[in-house]
């Protein structure tokens, strides 16, 4: 089994602090690597994580307040230095591009990095393949700026207990599979018959923006949701000053939209520790974790 989990890599917000890094998260996913918002140092906090930057396979920017892609470049660079073999594709608010262009190329190197671009102008579908559905909202942070959804393909999973029982077994089982259906002794059994179709997980990322519908919409089942909570509740008149959230409604966005499993990031350098954050967001939503540098959040299946 691929691994599964959520790394984080930095959870302060604009100005890191002496314990919090730059915001950045590394979600390894079934043999990829999404990389989200590398700011300010990520290429370190890789190293500090004892983790390979190879693994990365795909970039995704919210939007291009430095705290969220000042690492892009120096992480793009490092993948180039090390040669990947593979595509790296990154995703980015569109109108922005002359931003991405100017962090990819900031600097004067060899280029042998082959990086596929996808920027985003229209919320929806992004792009489904490689057996993963990517779902982008623009969400209410005074620029342009993108919520993500990520959706696993749906299995299909035998039923081992079905499968002896119609005895079913070796290349039956890869016709069964190709056919939809397979005759033994005489009698036809149907794919239907002895297997079932597990739903895919969902992901999504909800970073600097205000309350709203999409942010919501965004967060609809997710199994893992990770999602700012840049200030406690007693200041909530500078979240909405500042295009943020509280963790109370961090909290209330998980619970509406009945995710499973919430975890808070993205505080605000006024915080010295986040034990409040934490209690505040638990009397609306149980499930809730917070970010901590290079702490590892399983993402179980």
Known sequence: MSVRDL??????????????NHGAYLLRWNNEGFLFDPGEGTQRQFIYANIAPTCITRIFISHFHGDHCLGLGSILMRLNLDKVPHEVHCYYPGRFKQHFDRLRF?????????????????????????GFRIEAAFLQHGIENIGWRITEADQLKFDKDKLKEKKIR????????KEGFVQVDGQKVSLEDVSWVRKGDTFSYIVDTRECKQALELAKGAKLLLCEATYLHEHQELAYQHHHLTTK????????????????????????????????????????HIAEDFKVIPFEK
Do not use: M, W
Not at 170 to 177: D, I, K, S, T, Y
Not at 260 to 286: D, G, I, M
């Open 7 to 20: 790394v984080i890599l930095g959870s302060s917000s604009q100005v890191p602090t002496r314990f919090r």
């Open 170 to 177: 070796g290349p039956a089982v890869r016709e069964l599979q």
């Open 249 to 288: 409604q961090a909290a209330n966005i998980a619970k509406q939209a009945h995710a499973k499993k919430l975890v808070l990031t993205h505080f605000s350098s006024r915080y010295q520790n986040t034990v409040n954050h934490l209690l505040e967001a638990k009397e609306t939503f149980p499930n809730t």
């Open 106 to 130: 900031g600097t004067v190197y060899h280029n042998t990095l082959n990086v596929v671009e996808h920027p985003v102008f229209e919320p929806g579908l992004v792009e489904e393949r490689d």
